[in-house]
């Protein structure tokens, strides 16, 4: 009886374990392969936004439950399927993967909370990751959505990846919300990534705006989100629906340079006309003081493992907005990461972590703010083996009176902001908590 080829190469895939992250693919013949592969991550976390008693601008004073919430999470698991063939000998292949977010620990549907709202499934068939390309000597060429260069560029220097200590509750993250503008997933993308030359790769990516409005205020065809993250208003094909940071036209591009312990990176990415007027609302800031403007942003990071098995870890960060009126601008600053991590057995490692990000030129409706945040991660991880472990983090936000940075940003499933049971923000918020959980990769 003649095998499907592809049909027994996903059976010895799901027979056959791998090691952390880094699946070896299972052959099918000498000029294909296919590989299963996933991630699972849930936690059991307790939080609190730390905005009791607090009254905004508004006049508002925050309601509902303000103490601490208890929540089990599912943090960014997913499984994927990813393979390749040989399409000249000795050289060309083709390549491809489809990869998708499993959310074990709660029902699968677009995100709605009173601070957001997510129109996409993030449980949906391809959701994460997926592409398909060619590559060979030269390197590769792919087709679909991606992390950005920007984005992966530094992902392994933090510690705290997907926890309520990700680092992008700062860094990559303009304004503090729920979604790291610079740090995050491109859809209908093309990019480029280049062999290894002496320990130097470079990594560049291209994603059209793929928008019929002239100021990037529609959803993007053939997408269910406005770009930048917000779900569109309740009419979709009416301009002035994605009015919160949707752009047009993305650039993205990282330099990349490892030897040994030593670990270096640049890189920039551009956001084309980012409509942000639906922070405009007279009488300020006033109809034009925000606007569609470029938004761009570059970091340079560095890693270096010592002989006392510490790694240690350093980004610098400044993302800009030409907007009209500067005290309109919440979204050009500064920010630094700081991160070590401490092997103490050979099972064992401690994790601190340190985000700050810098005051702004201005905040909508208020002008000229202290709006300066500083966030600590604590961690304690032990791996059972290269596929398991379980891990504790304790994170606290201190936003200052005018920021409103959260906790978990783009990583952990359930994330901790200013806004209260009405959806009103309250910066200024002492948000702190404790995760403990467990990972298991195959």
């Known amino acids: 009886m003649k095998l499907n080829r592809t049909a027994v190469a996903v059976a010895l895939a799901m027979a056959g374990g791998s090691a952390l992250g880094q699946q070896a693919a299972v052959p099918v013949t000498a000029e294909s392969s296919i590989q299963i592969y996933g991630h699972l991550d849930l936690s059991i976390d307790t939080l609190t936004k730390g905005i009791a008693g ?85 390197g590769a060429f792919k087709l679909g959505k991606t992390d950005a260069p920007y984005k992966l560029s530094t992902a392994r220097m933090d510690p705290f990846s997907a926890t309520i200590g990700d680092y992008n509750s700062i860094m990559g993250n303009t304004g503090g919300d729920n979604r790291a503008e610079f ?23 291209y994603s059209p705006g793929q928008n019929r409005s002239s100021d990037n205020s529609m959803v993007a065809s053939g997408e269910p989100n406005c770009t930048g993250g917000n779900s569109p208003g309740a009419v979709p094909s009416i301009p002035g629906t994605c009015t919160d940071g949707s ?16 670990y270096l990176i640049a890189a920039y990415e551009k956001h084309k006309d980012v409509n942000r007027t639906g922070d405009e609302a007279p009488p ?7 606007g569609v403007k470029d938004e761009n942003a570059f970091k340079a990071g560095i890693q270096y493992r010592l002989p006392t098995n510490t790694t240690l870890n350093f980004i610098v960060e400044r993302m800009t907005r030409n907007a ?58 032990h791996h ?46 002492k948000i702190q908590g404790l995760s403990v959980g467990m990972q298991y990769n195959f």
């Open 54 to 138: 607090k009254t905004n601008a508004g006049g508002a004073t925050a309601t509902g439950k303000l103490g601490y919430q208890d929540d089990i999470s599912s943090n960014l698991s997913y499984v994927g399927i990813r393979g390749s063939r040989e399409l000249v000998p000795g050289g060309l292949r083709g390549v491809f993967q489809f990869e998708t977010q499993i959310d074990v620990s709660a029902t699968p549907g677009p995100s709605v909370s009173s601070s957001s709202s997510d129109s996409s499934v993030k449980g949906a068939l391809v959701s994460r990751n997926s592409f398909l390309g060619i590559a060979g000597g030269w």
């Open 183 to 205: 740090d995050t997933r491109l859809s209908h993308a093309a990019w480029y990534e280049s062999p290894n030359m002496g320990g130097f790769r470079v990594n560049a990516l």
């Open 324 to 381: 009209p009126d500067p005290n309109a601008n919440e979204r050009q600053r500064s920010g630094f990461w700081l991160a070590a991590t401490q092997k103490v057995s050979a099972n064992d490692d401690v994790n601190i972590g340190w985000a700050h990000a810098g005051k702004t030129p201005g905040d909508p409706g208020v002008g000229s703010v202290d709006n300066k945040a500083n966030m600590l991660a604590l961690g304690y991880k």
């Open 384 to 429: 059972f083996n290269q596929q398991a472990n379980w891990y504790a983090v304790y994170a606290r936000q201190d936003n200052k009176d005018g920021a409103h940075y959260d906790l978990g940003a783009s990583g952990h499933g359930i994330t901790t902001d200013c806004h209260d049971a009405a959806g009103n923000c309250f910066p200024g918020g």
């Open 247 to 262: 752009f047009g036209n993305a650039y993205s591009i990282a330099g990349i340079y490892e030897a040994g312990p030593l």
């Open 284 to 290: 300020f800031p006033a109809a034009g003081a925000v």
